[in-house]
């Protein structure tokens, strides 16, 4: 009679849950609190964009104290524009967007005040290299300049288009600087949020706080190769060679500004807030499973 009586509140309570969703989804949502990136959450974004004036302060100091003289040679601007292209290089590899936008912005501004306007008057070689390296010379100045200020009123645009909104049911994420997206996050999609606050980040009041979906925590790629080469007999003494190649990646959450919450101001508060509502659904059902043992222990109580 108990199990019955169980059965039939649970059907009640499924109804009742069915009937509480469609009020819920017939309500407009209930915005919690609108928060942006801080200027000072950006401030790592804000000096990456300094890689030309970087390039162009350690060829000057290589020159004027000797070290690293054999290496750069006597041609300061040349030297400059190739410390420029090996930055952007590793920019490009580690997918750092801002150096490498302004080292790109840095390189085509000092080529074109260069070689703009420019005439050849002369055959000789020298002075042609003198004339252009004299033009170069300035150029990369104007280039790293132009670079820098360029890419760090982009980066500011950027962090002020980006808005995020907390509601009662889940985290908007919207913004962009040449394509807007918009991004929503349900709670019952996110399993846990991850806050990150590094020790600058402590002193001016800042942190991220990154949303990770339900299965993505310990997600692990491993990849295994063996190879095998050999050289023919006509080329001499035949040889064959074996190798083995092992790799292991662990697959990690993004902290791109539009994927998270990025640099926020009091991070710890919001991700109370942001806790307190992901939690909701469980302290609800909990709520329910008390309230069904009660009735059980009531029901047994009866009979």
Request: net charge positive; with cysteine.
């Amino acid at each position: 009679m108990a199990i019955l009586y169980i059965f039939i509140c649970g059907i009640y309570f499924g109804e009742l849950n069915l009937s509480i969703a469609r009020e819920i989804a017939e309500k407009a949502e209930e915005v919690i609190t609108k928060v942006k990136p801080s200027f000072s959450g950006f401030l790592r974004r804000y000096l990456l964009c300094l890689t030309p004036a970087i390039a162009v302060a350690i060829c000057h100091y290589a020159e004027y104290s000797g070290f690293l003289a054999p290496i750069i040679g006597v041609a300061r601007p040349i030297a400059i524009l190739w410390l420029m292209i090996v930055f952007a290089v590793i920019a490009w590899v580690l997918r750092s967007k801002e150096a490498l936008a302004s080292t790109i912005i840095a390189i085509i501004c000092s080529l074109a005040y260069t070689f703009y306007g420019y005439e050849i008057k002369t055959r000789n070689i020298f002075e042609i290299w003198s004339q252009v390296s004299a033009r170069l010379d300035t150029g990369v100045l104007i280039g790293s300049a132009a670079g820098v200020i360029i890419t760090m009123l982009l980066v500011e645009i950027y962090r002020k288009s980006i808005t995020y909104t907390i509601t009662d049911l889940g985290v908007h994420l919207e913004g962009g600087l040449w394509r807007r997206q918009e991004h929503f996050m349900p709670y019952n999609q996110i399993g846990r949020f991850v806050l990150e606050q590094s020790l600058i980040g402590k002193i001016f009041g800042y942190g991220t706080i990154i949303p990770v979906g339900v299965a993505e925590w310990g997600s692990e790629y491993y990849t295994r190769g063996v190879g095998v080469a050999g050289t023919p007999k006509d080329t001499g003494k035949a040889k064959i060679g074996a190798g083995l190649m092992y790799a292991r990646t662990l697959k990690e959450v993004s902290r791109d500004p539009l994927k998270c919450l990025y640099g926020v101001k009091n991070p710890k508060k919001l991700y109370e807030t942001l806790t307190k509502y992901l939690s909701l659904p469980l302290k609800a059902e909990l709520e329910q499973v008390k309230y069904l043992k009660k009735l059980a222990e009531s029901a047994e109580k009866k009979e």
